[in-house]
């Protein structure tokens, strides 16, 4: 007797969902700190070699970022004066930073259009991972100056980064890292979609 079709077993005719990247810390070398990211750049998008000449806007990953396509660059949303886009190195999944176009250091240095844009973006930075990812909270905020924690001081930028409850619980103590499920350009592209929308 023919053997009934098992109605749990994949059907191969039918595409495969999606699937979202996920990478752990224990698959992964490295020395982890407490600021340890778990997920690994698998592309270099806007950060060639350890070369810190980002005084300038040679060599500044945030003026070079426009130039590319969005998904080079990283890119979510192009304003007027300002763009959004994901952090290469995210705290948290979602970790978006909004920056002018223009090379400048100091809050105080921004126009009165640019800091009305970078502020707008940041409200819908947050309404867009809201909707994408129901962030239960943000740290919103710019470090001024490479002694404030700047990574890139030369050219401001402000973080949006989504929290969500649990999000840093355990594992930055325990691991001494931080979980980073999805992969940029898969988080990226979400973003992106969401901005008219949201
Ligand atoms: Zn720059």
Redesign the pocket.
């Known amino acids: 007797m023919g053997a009934e079709p098992d109605p749990t077993a994949p059907d191969a005719s039918t595409e495969a969902p999606v699937q979202v990247s996920a990478e752990f810390a224990t698959d992964l070398p490295g020395v982890p700190d407490s600021l340890q990211r778990l997920w690994t750049p698998h592309r270099m998008a806007y950060v060639s070699g350890e070369a810190k000449s ?1 005084d ?2 040679r060599g ?5 970022s426009p130039g590319k396509d969005d998904a080079a660059g990283l890119i979510v949303h192009r304003g007027e004066a300002a763009f959004v886009t994901m952090n290469l190195y995210p705290y948290s999944p979602g970790h978006l930073l909004i ?1 002018p176009y ?3 250091a100091d809050y105080t240095d921004l126009t009165a259009a640019e800091t009305v844009e970078i502020a707008e973006l940041t409200q819908k930075a947050m309404r867009v991972v809201r909707a994408v990812s129901k962030a239960a909270g943000f740290n919103l905020g710019m470090n001024q100056g490479e002694v404030a924690g700047a990574g ?1 001081a ?2 401001l930028h402000q973080h949006v980064v989504p929290r969500w409850l649990g999000d840093a619980n355990f594992m930055p103590i325990i691991g001494r890292t931080k979980p980073v499920p999805q992969l940029l350009e898969d988080t990226r592209r979400l973003f992106a979609q969401a901005w008219s929308t949201a």
């Open positions: 980002r300038s806007e500044c990953p945030f003026c070079a920056c223009r090379h400048v890139i030369a050219h």
